[in-house]
């Protein structure tokens, strides 16, 4: 999980990277007047006001396109956190194969699993386990 988790915010810092050098090429563009050097286009007055609405949209919309990326990666974290359990015999659903709780468990977390009582059928079935005893 740590691994996606680095993964997840590279890809939102190079996102947000991106927008951010649109927003920079914007500026120089304008500055340096790109048409005209390169083209041969007639030249244009600097305009930084026009510039700062136009790059100032772009950061707007970087900003939301990387807002709902990461709800989109949230959302993507907490669905592969589901276990898939067969409604009938409890096995869980791996990749295709259906494998019992504590196989799923030693397969995926390499743990292993041992038994216990909840303290609420330690009241109800306990005594009948402390009786053959």
């Known amino acids: 999980m740590r691994i996606q988790s680095r993964a997840v915010h590279e890809a939102l810092l190079l996102e947000a990277l991106g927008f951010i050098f649109v927003a920079l090429l914007i500026w120089v563009n304008s500055y340096l007047d790109v048409p005209h050097m390169v083209l041969g286009a007639p030249s244009t007055p600097w305009r930084p006001v026009e510039v ?21 990666f949230r959302r993507l974290a907490y669905l592969e956190s589901l276990l898939i359990l067969c409604a009938g015999c409890q096995r869980v659903g791996d990749e295709g194969r259906w494998l019992g709780f504590e196989d799923f468990m030693e397969s995926r977390d390499r743990m292993s699993t041992t038994h216990g009582m909840c303290p609420e059928c330690q009241t109800t079935l306990g005594p009948a386990f402390w009786r053959k005893e």
């Open 52 to 72: 700062a609405i136009e790059s100032g949209f772009v950061l707007l919309l970087g900003a939301a396109v990387t807002g709902v990326s990461w709800l989109t």
